[in-house]
């Protein structure tokens, strides 16, 4: 190489005048990050005085776009600042969403039944920090629960699936106008409970809400309607001013939808499970075998297994119709392993293409976001088994 | 709210001046990327030419553990910090990998058997950047082989799965002391047929490539041993050179954890397609009513579809042990299908109790990361279904 080497100790210090270097830009860098943070806390504070959405997916747009020219401008990678400054808007949101503009309604008490639980704990932070007034009831208050809801403008169920039908079943007659609203992960059952139960308006609920999410920010929420729904449309909307995007659906859809994704997910994870348990191999070096994709296959299993055991068996045990479905599913399990018994890969092959046939656009599109994902799972160091 | 409200022209006023203040701050994170760029430039610089590791875990620690103090300091959130140096990381490890330093041996001239196909590339590409004379044979090229390997200091075979131990078998005499190596996903076969056909320097190599891997640069590379190691060895070293953590292993070992991970995956996520794809779901519909987690668990079987079937047919065919392996798994499939037909929730709980139980702490772990590995994917709108 026609490079003239240093001795170690010009190198050394060439080398640690440049980290010196790096390390001024990342302080810059974290003092930014400062500045960033206090403009846009103002930016809330405006927002919510003027009942304003906190999170305008437009605006996002317009920032990322100027700041991908200017960094191609200058020959930075235009993905690396866009992957900054969207790390950078959650961090923004999750600051911004103490305080939100309450929309004006009749609805000021809101009874959350369960609402200490995961979920429940949400929409009564949500409920608190917007002004309304929040009662929460869980088994122990049950005593009281005449009195609560009598002055309740809105009914939360946001208890255990198990549970939910019973619990709406046993409530107290409620106010003629008081909003009964559910936030299970199936709507068909509590739905028509809800409705049996209550003359008055009725919603079905169900926040499909991401792991740790910032409030309702970005989250999806199904709506299925049940009754008067002018009565609770306001409701819809402050959950829109918090950051939600709604899905209206039928319960039945819902449901359907929901035992295909759930609960077959549920299950096969479930029985690949018993199935590494039974082989037993060696986990340890399961892991330091395997790429990322396959150590995020392999996270997708465990990470079910750290959960509650009754969570599970409720959602996969609550409905017939699951057992139809898990059957069709082992038959075509066993009628595949017929594929290799016969050692059959042509058949193989052509029932892989109508799969993809199915899947369409959307299987490129997976592979690609899997592809990015996993990038940033890399970047993390997440999914490396602590190696 | 005691807040005094603006009138609309104030209020739009107040929020165009905070946006270009937003504005000002991101355009100079733009310019501090680039500054920070053009000095782990020169940091590359200075160590390609000193033979340095570009990859320095332990510096890396160093950075942000700084940075997170700072950020602690200023009420800045640490974890945005990291994340967002640890992303910035990677583009600095991508941009430096262009000149790796050639670690001092007899190995000059290296023929890639399969050069041209994704896993050949990449090597191909590392091989010439750092200074060996590199060769590339692909069907075309057979006729000439002779010539070429009459030179060779080492061969790589990296062909499909499923013709490697063909092409090792149909290779030429090879000079006495030529390294032959191969770097398919499995090692018991090819490694025999290497140490058949070769009496010299005999190695299998397991690259664990993530997906658009910045070269090497912390991807695991799997070693099994076959003759000669002294003689291979500076091109471990090379490798290392190049950022690869190699992780050593029998050829046996390594080939049951790939037929448990792969294997075992892409058979259920198969029949996971083929259950979708005959159930016949809405898609769209499937996606909006996906939670992130169940849109990951989707994405993870369609990105499969996305794919070459006869690859995934080689991968799962090729070897009958994994034929016994997934008629185990169809059994326990069968047996936990009986548990819902007997609507035994107690033993489902029980043997869920058992597997994790054998996850231990892992299973916890998978959460944690996978609930991070979501919020990324959130923050680029990753698997949203084009929603």
Redesign the interface.
């Known amino acids: ?1 026609g ?1 003239s ?2 001795d170690n100790a010009d ?1 050394n210090a ?2 640690s005048q ?2 010196n ?3 001024d ?13 206090s ?2 806390q ?2 809330g504070e ?1 927002k919510r ?2 009942a304003m959405p906190v999170y305008v997916p437009e ?1 996002e747009k317009q ?1 990322i776009l ?2 991908r020219e ?2 191609e401008d ?4 235009p993905d ?12 923004s949101y999750q600051s911004q969403h103490v305080n939100f503009a309450k929309v004006e309604s009749d609805i000021q008490h809101v009874v959350v039944i369960g609402g200490k639980g995961a979920l429940g704990r949400v929409f009564v932070k949500l409920l608190d920090s917007t002004g309304y007034t929040v009662s929460i009831v869980e088994k122990n208050d049950w005593d009281d629960i005449d009195s609560v809801v009598s002055t309740a403008d809105m009914i939360i169920v946001a208890v255990p699936i198990n549970k939910t039908v019973d619990i709406i079943e046993n409530l107290p007659s409620l106010p003629k106008n008081c909003i009964l609203a559910d936030v299970t992960s199936i709507k068909d059952k509590p739905l028509k409970a809800m409705l049996d139960k209550h003359s008055g308006p009725v919603v079905g609920l169900h926040p ?5 999410a910032p409030g309702m920010i ?1 989250q ?1 929420v ?1 709506v299925c309607h049940g009754r008067h729904q002018e009565t609770y449309v306001p409701f819809l909307e402050q959950m829109k001013l918090w950051g939600a995007t709604l ?1 209206e ?1 039928s319960a039945q ?2 449901d ?3 035992s ?3 609960v ?2 549920h ?2 994870s ?14 340890k ?10 150590r ?12 509650a ?2 969570l ?2 409720d959602i ?2 609550q409905d017939a119709s ?2 139809v ?6 038959d ?3 009628n ?2 017929r594929l ?2 016969s ?1 059959d ?1 042509a058949s ?2 052509e ?6 046939a ?3 656009d ?6 690609l ?15 490396r ?2 190696s």
């Not at 479930?270 to 986990?283: C, I, Q, S």
């Not at 029932?351 to 993809?356: G, L, P, T, Y």
């Not at 990015?372 to 160091?381: E, F, P, R, T, V």
């Open positions: 190489m490079d080497l240093l190198l060439a080398l440049l980290r270097e790096i390390d830009v990342d302080t810059a860098l974290v003092n930014l990050l400062k500045r960033r943070a403009i846009t103002r930016v405006l005085q003027h605006r920032l100027a700041r200017q960094a200058e020959g930075v990678n690396l600042v866009e992957d900054l400054l969207r790390r950078i808007f959650r961090e499909m809400f991401g792991p740790d970005r999806v199904v899905f659906s859809n819902h359907r939808a929901m295909i994704i759930q077959m997910r299950f096969s479930f029985v690949y499970g018993l199935h590494l348990h039974a082989e037993d191999p060696d986990l070096e399961l892991i330091a075998f395997s790429s990322p994709i396959y995020l296959e392999l996270a997708m299993v465990g990470r079910l297994f750290a959960q055991p009754e599970y068996a996969i045990f699951n057992i479905l898990l059957q069709n599913f082992a075509r399990f066993n595949a392993i290799l018994e050692n890969k193989f092959v029932e892989f293409k109508q799969v993809s199915w899947f369409g959307y299987a490129m599109q997976c592979l976001d899997s592809k990015q994902m996993l990038l940033k799972a890399d970047d993390s160091h997440l999914l088994g602590g």
